[in-house]
C-alpha cells in the first residue's frame, strides 16, 4: 500500500521529530487501524519501506499443533506470514498518518513549551490578558506564543483584568498535562511583591539586603521585613528609594494595595514591635518563646492604628513574624503595674507588725 513516507521524514526532521520516533508511532497506530478492519488477523505486524513508499500488514494464522505423547493437545501454533494488507485501506492510511503526524509534532511543541518554561517556575514574566468566552472563571494570560492560566484563586480580589491589558505575574507551577503544558500564574501570590521589587532594588540582587519575610492581604495590604548583610546599608531606605520611587513603581504595579517596610531583627520582641508598625510600641513582653506568644503595649491613642481595619495590621504583623501577638493599652498596663506596686508595698508593713507581735 503506497505511502509518503520520504516526505513524511524530511517533514519529521524539520520539525524536530525523530525518525524512529515517527516510524513506531506510525507503525503502531496503522496496526491498530488494520485490526479494525473486517476479517483481520489476530496476530500482525506493519512494515515501512520508505525507499518503496508503501507498507505491508503481514499477518500469521494460528494453527493447530502437531499432537505428541508427551502433549497430546498441544497449543496453536503460528504459520507462516503473508501479505493481508487490505486493498481498500490507502484512505484510512493516509488519514491516520496525518493524524500521528499532528499529534508527534504537539508533543514535540509541547515539550519545547514545558522546557522554556519548566525554568520560569518562580519567576515574573509578563502577558497580555486573553479573556476566553468559554472559560469565565479563569483569565487565560498570553506569555509570547504560550498561553498561561491565572485560575479565580490567584487573582486579586477586585482587579480587573481587562483583555489586550499588559500584566505583570508570579509563575506559580509548570507541569504536564493532560491537553499539554500547564502554566499557572498568579496576581495574589507574596512572591510577586518580592520579585517586583527585585526588578527596581539592586541591593536584593547584589545581596546587601535581603527580604527576610512577606505577609500579604493581595488588594489591600503587605508587609515586608528587610535586613542589611552590608554595614553601613539603610535596608528600609534601600527598598523605599530617592524620593519613594522605588516603592511606588512596585505599587504601581498592585494597583491601590499598600506596602509597609519594617526592620527585621533575630530578637522577637524588636521584631514583634516593629511589624505593629506604622503604630509605635511602647514596650513588648514575650509571653512564650516556645509557643511563640507575646504581648505588645501601644499607646491609647494608636491601639486602633495597631489593630488595623477588621484587624489587618495585626493579623499581618502575627503573619510575617509567626508569633502571636496580643495587644494592650499601655496606659492600662502601666497603671496596673502601679497598682500590684501599691498594694504589695500596702501588704509589706503589715507582715512587719505581725512579726514584731509575735
Known amino acids: 500500500m503506497e505511502l509518503d513516507l520520504a ?14 520516533t515517527l516510524d513506531d508511532a506510525l507503525s503502531e497506530a496503522l496496526l491498530l487501524a488494520y485490526q479494525k478492519t473486517p476479517h483481520a488477523a489476530k496476530h500482525a505486524r ?29 497449543a496453536p501454533v503460528l504459520g507462516e506470514e503473508y501479505d493481508d494488507t487490505p486493498k481498500d485501506f490507502g484512505r484510512l492510511a493516509a488519514a491516520t498518518a496525518r493524524q500521528v503526524f499532528t499529534l508527534l509534532f504537539r508533543k514535540v511543541e ?20 486573553q479573556q476566553d468566552v ?36 508570579y509563575v506559580v507551577n ?14 495574589s501570590h507574596p512572591e510577586l511583591v518580592r520579585r517586583l521589587f527585585e526588578r527596581e532594588v539592586p541591593e536584593l540582587v ?22 542589611a548583610n552590608t554595614e553601613g546599608v539603610n535596608p528600609k531606605g534601600a527598598l523605599i528609594g530617592p524620593g519613594g520611587a522605588r516603592v511606588r513603581a512596585v505599587m504601581e504595579n498592585l494597583g491601590p494595595e499598600k506596602i509597609d517596610i519594617v526592620d527585621y531583627s533575630n530578637d522577637p520582641a524588636k521584631f514583634v514591635a516593629a511589624a505593629l508598625s ?18 505588645a503595649f501601644i499607646h491609647d491613642d494608636q491601639l486602633s492604628l495597631a489593630i488595623g481595619k477588621e484587624g489587618q495590621n ?45
Do not use: C
Open 174 to 187: 509548570v507541569a504536564r498535562g493532560v491537553k499539554g503544558p500547564e502554566i499557572v500564574v498568579s496576581r
Open 278 to 295: 506604622p503604630a509605635v510600641a511602647t514596650g513588648v513582653q514575650v509571653i512564650s518563646e516556645k509557643n511563640k506568644t507575646a504581648i
Open 134 to 169: 468559554k472559560d469565565p472563571a479563569n483569565v487565560h494570560i498570553a506569555v509570547g506564543d504560550v498561553e498561561a492560566l491565572l485560575p479565580r484563586r490567584e487573582q486579586v480580589p477586585g482587579e480587573r483584568y481587562r483583555h489586550g491589558e499588559r500584566l505583570r505575574v
Open 46 to 74: 506493519v512494515e515501512l519501506d520508505e525507499r518503496a513508499g508503501t507498507f505491508t500488514v503481514w499477518a500469521r494464522d494460528e494453527e493447530p499443533g502437531e499432537p505428541t505423547e508427551e502433549d497430546p493437545h498441544p
Open 7 to 20: 516526505s513524511m521524514h524530511q517533514l519529521a526532521v524539520e520539525q524536530g521529530i525523530d525518525r524512529a
Open 206 to 227: 547584589s545581596g546587601a539586603v535581603s527580604i527576610m519575610a512577606i505577609a500579604r492581604e493581595a488588594g489591600a495590604r503587605t508587609k515586608i521585613a528587610v535586613r
Open 110 to 129: 509541547d515539550e519545547k513549551v514545558f522546557g522554556a518554561f519548566s525554568g520560569q517556575k518562580g519567576k515574573l514574566v509578563t502577558g497580555i490578558v
Open 314 to 358: 495585626a493579623r499581618l504583623a502575627a503573619k510575617l513574624t509567626g508569633w502571636k501577638i496580643g495587644i494592650e493599652s499601655a496606659e492600662a498596663h502601666a497603671a496596673k503595674v502601679k497598682a500590684k506596686a501599691a498594694q504589695q508595698e500596702a501588704q509589706q508593713p503589715a507582715g512587719e507588725d505581725a512579726d514584731k507581735a509575735e
